[in-house]
């Protein structure tokens, strides 16, 4: 792998991480941030799904639909299937508590299973990344 490929999908993964980060200072602010938490949640799963479609040469559309970049995946890789089939809930949270409106963001304890989640998907994102090149 070039070592500019290497690159462009590392990059995908530092800002999944940025992501995670965010998710979490997002849940320790006082009082938490729980609509951006579950924002940064969802980003973070489409991004580590990116990076992924990208070690494989697979273009995608830009979209937030976490069903269809995981349906990308799965083919890609059926062990996928397992946690990416959760993560596809955690597509709303793209925009649905990122304007005015009635939702009220679901209770904290939902949203810290949405993080460990997006951490889950990006750990098994990254197992399956080449060591860097030399």
């Known amino acids: ?3 500019d ?3 462009e999908i590392r990059g995908w993964l530092v800002k999944a991480d940025d992501d995670l980060r965010g998710a979490e200072i997002d849940l320790a602010a006082s009082p938490p941030l729980s609509g951006d938490a579950l924002f940064h949640c969802q980003q973070a799963v489409e ?3 990116k990076g992924f479609l990208t070690l494989h040469d697979r273009p995608f559309r830009k979209t937030h639909d976490l069903d269809e970049l995981a ?3 799965e083919q890609l890789d059926h062990s996928l299937v397992r946690v990416l089939d959760r993560a596809r809930d955690l597509t709303p949270f793209a925009w649905r508590f990122r304007y005015p409106g009635d ?3 679901p209770p904290a304890a939902e949203i810290v299973e949405a993080l460990a989640l997006a951490k889950d998907v990006a750990e098994e994102i ?3 990344l080449p060591a860097a090149p030399q």
């Open 47 to 49: 991004k580590a799904l």
């Open 71 to 73: 349906t990308e995946c």
């Open 5 to 7: 490929k290497f690159a």
């Open 1 to 3: 792998m070039s070592p």
């Open 126 to 128: 990254r197992l399956r």
């Open 103 to 105: 939702d009220e963001p």
